[in-house]
């Protein structure tokens, strides 16, 4: 089972006695910061973690169905490193 949007925007409706709406809105705008912010430096959220930019380099990625080879270009992707007291509640 995964937690998607939806769900999380229920949770912040539930906890918070707030409209659908608003509750999305701030999801989406919680976001967008993490993504725009990232892209200069790293996003840090104590007691939970810290979002960063990981570049990943070029590779030479497969096709299952016909086995051809083909160049995976560099990307940059946005990574969550979890801290000590979210690693704590998990485990």
């Known amino acids: ?3 998607g949007k939806k769900d999380i925007v229920k949770g ?3 906890k918070a006695q707030i409209s659908k709406t608003i509750s999305q ?3 989406d705008k ?3 910061i993490v993504i725009k ?3 200069n430096f ?7 973690g810290t ?3 990981h570049k990943s380099p070029k590779r030479i990625g497969r096709n299952p169905k016909t086995g051809e080879e083909f160049l995976i270009g560099k990307r940059s992707k946005l990574s969550l ?3 000590n007291s979210s690693k704590k509640l998990l485990n």
């Not at 790293?42 to 939970?48: A, L, R």
């Open 37 to 39: 912010k990232s892209k």
């Open 25 to 27: 809105e701030l999801l």
């Open 30 to 32: 919680f976001i967008d």
């Open 51 to 53: 979002f960063y930019i």
């Open 1 to 3: 089972m995964s937690l």
């Open 81 to 83: 490193k979890a801290s």
């Open 42 to 48: 790293n996003v840090k959220i104590s007691n939970f």
């Open 12 to 14: 912040i409706k539930s």
